[in-house]
T-cell receptor, first 118, second 109 residues
Framework: GAVVSQHPSRVICKSGTSVKIECRSLDFQATTMFWYRQFPKQSLMLMAT?????????EQGVEKDKFLINHASLTLSTLTVTSAHPEDSSFYIC??????????????FGPGTRLTVT | GQNIDQPTEMTATEGAIVQINCTYQ??????LFWYQQHAGEAPTFLSY??LDGLEEKGRFSSFLSRSKGYSYLLLKELQMKDSASYLC??????????WGAGTKLIIKP
């Protein structure tokens, strides 16, 4: 099946610093990538949808100036958490949707990045 | 509004069968997905239904009724490794997944 990678898998940073998370589709071209956040024992919450070469569409309540998303190519999207605070500590998961496999609308998930802000 | 409902938690016995139900309301419909998620890991794809009926894949089966806005995931011959959260997600007309809160399945020996 299609593979999506995320880097780093875990990151610890100090409050006030910025962290960049990469999401790559390894064997297919992802026309659309999604960024999710998941707090412990809660469901996935969609943060934003990004299409290659255009600005990301953010969900209500998600600050676009704090969570910068760049979808520079059909295989790479990055999420930068700027001026991170402890409440930003969460599990960040990306997914990619493209013409891979038999289900065109399926989203393939990356393994997730656990961010801890101290 | 858009909404997905599924039970919060279920308990079953190793070797038995369990059915996890999901009801949905979305703006348009492009299919119903089931994912398995172990603690601390990203979800993994289990099944996709867009037409009414039952799809069987090994020990797991998924059913969809579009007229009723209803789906279930059926797990047979339960194994301890099946202990996980099971997420129901419906895809709306914009190809966005609307997620349920997940059903935590506890398997007892």
């Amino acid at each position: 099946g299609a593979v999506v990678s995320q880097h780093p898998s875990r990151v610890i940073c100090k409050s006030g610093t910025s962290v960049k998370i990469e999401c790559r589709s390894l064997d297919f071209q992802a026309t659309t990538m999604f960024w999710y956040r998941q707090f412990p024992k809660q469901s996935l919450m969609l943060m934003a949808t990004s299409n290659e070469g255009s600005k990301a569409t953010y969900e209500q309540g998600v600050e676009k100036d704090k969570f910068l998303i760049n979808h520079a190519s059909l295989t790479l999207s990055t999420l930068t958490v700027t001026s991170a605070h402890p409440e930003d500590s969460s599990f960040y998961i990306c997914s990619a949707m493209g013409l891979a496999g038999g289900i065109e609308a399926e989203q393939y998930f990356g393994p997730g990045t656990r961010l801890t802000v101290t | 509004g858009q909404n997905i409902d599924q039970p919060t938690e279920m308990t079953a016995t190793e070797g038995a069968i369990v059915q996890i139900n999901c009801t949905y309301q979305t703006s348009g419909f492009n299919g119903l997905f089931w994912y398995q998620q172990h603690a601390g890991e990203a979800p993994t794809f289990l099944s996709y239904n867009v037409l009414d009926g039952l799809e069987e894949k090994g020990r797991f089966s998924s059913f969809l009724s579009r007229s009723k806005g209803y789906s279930y995931l059926l797990l047979k011959e339960l194994q301890m490794k099946d202990s996980a959260s099971y997420l129901c997600a419906a895809m709306d007309s914009n190809y966005q997944l609307i997620w349920g809160a997940g059903t935590k399945l506890i398997i007892k020996p």
